[in-house]
């Protein structure tokens, strides 16, 4: 899997190991699915600010706030074995994912390996717009960052 990584806000080309780091968690989603598509796919990541990811917010989902994570969905109905396709786009906001790392008392690097994760399973076709959907997908979250040896982002939360 290709994985182009940008980076829009300084703040996020501080941190050491982020491009291996953000590697390593997309590739332990889309691995998740038995699809022969995954060797593949492109994936695209943004790393960037609240007020970049505010705006997309705004534009695509209709909500005038920052967010921690968007992921836009690329060609998943229609993956081919025959040439590369583009899997999606992710959005990272650097502020969000830090503030609520630290009301959390997440570790950074953990939370965003989380919120990666979570992009690519939404790219994948998971969703939590209602309880069981929320909860499988939760589960599926759980299962794989346990095997990056992450413990579960929600045990602190329910």
């Known amino acids: 899997m290709l994985i ?4 829009e806000y300084d703040a996020w080309s501080k941190l050491d190991a982020l491009e291996s780091l953000i590697k ?10 038995e699809d022969e598509f995954k060797d593949h796919a492109e ?8 007020e970049s990811i505010r705006q997309l917010n705004l534009t695509y989902r209709g909500q005038d706030k920052p967010t921690n994570v968007l992921s836009f969905g690329g060609e998943i109905d229609a993956p081919s074995q025959d040439r590369a396709f583009l899997l999606g786009d992710i959005v990272l906001s650097f502020q969000t994912i830090n503030t609520e790392a630290q ?15 979570h992009g690519v399973l939404h790219l994948l076709g998971y969703d939590h717009q209602n309880d069981k959907t929320a909860d499988d997908m939760e589960l599926v979250e759980i299962n794989i960052l346990k095997g990056l040896g992450i413990e579960n982002p929600y045990s602190q939360m329910h």
């Open 4 to 7: 182009d990584i940008t980076i």
């Open 24 to 33: 390593t968690a997309a590739l332990a989603a889309v691995y998740e699915r």
């Open 43 to 50: 994936l695209s990541v943004l790393l960037t600010c609240d």
């Open 103 to 117: 009301q959390q008392r997440k570790n950074f690097d953990n939370h965003v390996s989380h919120l990666i994760v």
